[in-house]
């Protein structure tokens, strides 16, 4: 018998404008997101949160915000930080005013967490997104030993060339047909963001097109995929978070 092949399709920066969050809201009703993370920092957050609370199908999960950066003339600039990166008690500080945040807007924890720019794959905030995922006992991205992290439905190379190919039907149900069983986790960034002013804005409303196009749905049953989101299927993998060095700890310890 073939096991099951179950995808959560997570749209990060829920909140960042009112142009992510109509991207994001129409990727889940007319399309395959199933769950969102939410950027507490920013304009639309509140809008973002309340979506949430009358939508309770779209898992909500905290979108840890510690600045932004973009790669320009050969070289990382910062668009914005939030705190310095490399001060561990800084990042605990604002990690916990984030969180707070989120309970505020939400009213209630969130399902899951990842970071803007991955950040919290470096030190410190790396270890201080572990505690708080063994804390709250959610899965933490990239280090959950049962959902399995995709993020190559993404129009743009680490340093900002575009890769227009990448978000496209066809690119997309071709990762579907290569889904491993268990849990996926599909990163993907929709969005109508004309009104926001960062590293990737023109090809979110393509994201949106191919994440609504009905041949993606129809490849999600013919390649027998069951569409999830992180609170529908929390029981089966809230057990462990994987750290960094291999070894995995029980949750809520």
Same mark, same amino acid.
């Given at each position: 018998m073939t096991a099951? *092949?179950? /995808?959560?399709?997570?749209?990060? &920066?829920?909140?960042q404008s009112p142009g992510v969050n109509r991207g994001i809201i129409e990727a889940h009703e007319r399309g395959i997101?199933?769950?969102? +993370? /939410?950027?507490? %920092?920013w304009q639309a957050a509140a809008e973002a949160a309340v979506y949430s609370r009358e939508h309770p199908s779209l898992s909500l999960g905290l979108h840890v915000d510690?600045?932004?950066?973009?790669? %320009?003339?050969?070289?990382?600039?910062?668009?914005?930080?939030?705190?310095p990166v490399d001060d561990i008690k800084a990042v605990r500080e604002e990690l916990a005013r984030q969180l707070a945040t989120f309970r505020r807007l939400a009213? *209630? !924890?969130?399902?899951?967490? !990842? +970071? $803007?720019?991955?950040? $919290?794959?470096?030190?410190?905030?790396?270890?201080?997104?572990? &505690?708080?995922? @063994?804390?709250?006992?959610?899965? /933490? @991205?990239?280090?959950?030993?049962?959902v $399995?992290?995709?993020?190559?439905?993404?129009?743009?190379?680490?340093?900002?060339?575009?890769?227009?190919?990448r978000i496209t039907v066809d690119e997309l149900i071709r990762i579907l047909a290569g889904l491993p069983p268990g849990y996926t986790e599909l990163g993907c960034h929709p969005g109508f963001a004309t009104d926001l002013d960062t590293m990737y804005r023109e090809? %979110?409303?393509?994201?949106?097109?191919?994440?609504? !196009?009905? @041949?993606? @749905?129809?490849a999600l049953v013919s390649l027998e995929i069951e569409l999830r989101s992180f609170h529908s299927g929390s029981e089966r993998w809230v057990t462990a978070v994987e750290l960094p060095n291999g070894k995995k700890t029980a949750l809520g310890g």
């Amino acid at each position: 018998m073939t096991a099951k *092949k179950y /995808l959560i399709v997570n749209a990060d &920066d829920f909140g960042q404008s009112p142009g992510v969050n109509r991207g994001i809201i129409e990727a889940h009703e007319r399309g395959i997101v199933t769950s969102a +993370s /939410l950027m507490v %920092r920013w304009q639309a957050a509140a809008e973002a949160a309340v979506y949430s609370r009358e939508h309770p199908s779209l898992s909500l999960g905290l979108h840890v915000d510690l600045g932004e950066w973009a790669y %320009r003339e050969g070289t990382w600039v910062p668009l914005y930080e939030v705190v310095p990166v490399d001060d561990i008690k800084a990042v605990r500080e604002e990690l916990a005013r984030q969180l707070a945040t989120f309970r505020r807007l939400a009213g *209630k !924890d969130p399902t899951h967490i !990842d +970071s $803007h720019q991955h950040t $919290h794959l470096r030190e410190p905030a790396r270890c201080v997104l572990v &505690d708080i995922a @063994r804390y709250l006992q959610i899965p /933490l @991205r990239h280090f959950s030993p049962v959902v $399995h992290y995709r993020g190559d439905f993404y129009g743009q190379t680490v340093e900002g060339s575009p890769i227009p190919d990448r978000i496209t039907v066809d690119e997309l149900i071709r990762i579907l047909a290569g889904l491993p069983p268990g849990y996926t986790e599909l990163g993907c960034h929709p969005g109508f963001a004309t009104d926001l002013d960062t590293m990737y804005r023109e090809k %979110r409303s393509q994201e949106v097109s191919v994440l609504c !196009d009905p @041949r993606v @749905r129809a490849a999600l049953v013919s390649l027998e995929i069951e569409l999830r989101s992180f609170h529908s299927g929390s029981e089966r993998w809230v057990t462990a978070v994987e750290l960094p060095n291999g070894k995995k700890t029980a949750l809520g310890g």
